[in-house]
């Protein structure tokens, strides 16, 4: 059965403080993973990474794929209280259709 | 460019009743995926819409069923709903031809079942 873990599970940190979200992945035929933010209600992409793109970055936001350890990170620096929200790991996989399987998600507070 | 819409925001059920949930996927998309947010969890896949007909399911029972019409726009039917049914609903779409996991959600709807 496919599974994502990611770690921690929860997080507090201040203002200013740099993060990095954890996630790992144990599919059948893996096709991307893809990092999403959950503030209240609709997930809002924020990276998708691929054998051929296994480094991004957007900002304050940067993201490295390891397919040999078959895990991923995020890495938040500088981070804002705008910052707080849950952070899901996904990775796409082709089973007669594209899919996404989730991980728990990650649940980041960032305090004043 | 309008995202994707899903209606209604929130519905309350009873034990045993029917739901319709409605997805609108993103301009230029054409493929509507299903997903199941228990609270604390990551979403579940349920289904996936291409060219109106489901390519996959997830784990889910046939208690939950779709449809996807000429205008890429999606329904999601459960009958006979469990209190276990009550969850965050959430439509993804994204775009077949480009072979693309790029998936963008709508806000989704909020089922209490009681």
């Known amino acids: 059965e496919d599974k994502v873990v990611q770690s921690p599970l929860s997080l507090v940190v201040h203002e200013g403080d740099t993060v990095t979200l954890n996630c790992s992945y144990e599919v059948t035929n893996f096709r991307s993973l893809l990092w999403y933010k959950q503030e209240k209600k609709a997930p809002t992409f924020l990276f998708m990474l691929t054998s051929s793109g296994i480094e991004k970055k957007s900002g304050r936001l940067s993201s490295i794929l390891d397919k040999k350890e078959l895990s991923s990170i995020l890495n938040i620096t500088a981070t804002q209280t705008g910052d707080s929200a849950i952070y899901l790991c996904a990775v796409g996989v082709i089973q007669g259709a594209q899919k996404l399987v989730f991980g728990q998600g990650t649940r980041l507070t960032i305090n004043p | 460019d309008a995202g994707v819409t899903q209606s209604p925001t929130h519905l309350i059920k009873t034990r045993g009743q029917q739901v319709t949930l409605r997805c609108s996927p993103k301009?230029?998309?054409?493929?509507v995926s299903w997903y199941q947010q228990a609270l604390g969890q990551g979403p579940q896949f349920i289904f996936q819409y291409y060219e109106e007909e489901e390519r996959q399911r997830g784990n889910f029972p046939d208690r939950f069923s779709g449809h996807q019409f000429p205008n890429y726009s999606s329904e999601l039917n459960v009958n006979a709903l469990l209190l276990g049914d009550s969850a965050l609903y959430l439509c993804?779409?994204?775009?077949?031809?480009?072979?693309?996991?790029?998936?963008?959600f709508g806000p989704g709807t909020r089922l209490t079942v009681t």
């Open positions: 993804a779409s994204s775009w077949l031809g480009q072979n693309s996991y790029e998936q963008y």
């Open positions: 301009s230029g998309h054409d493929t």
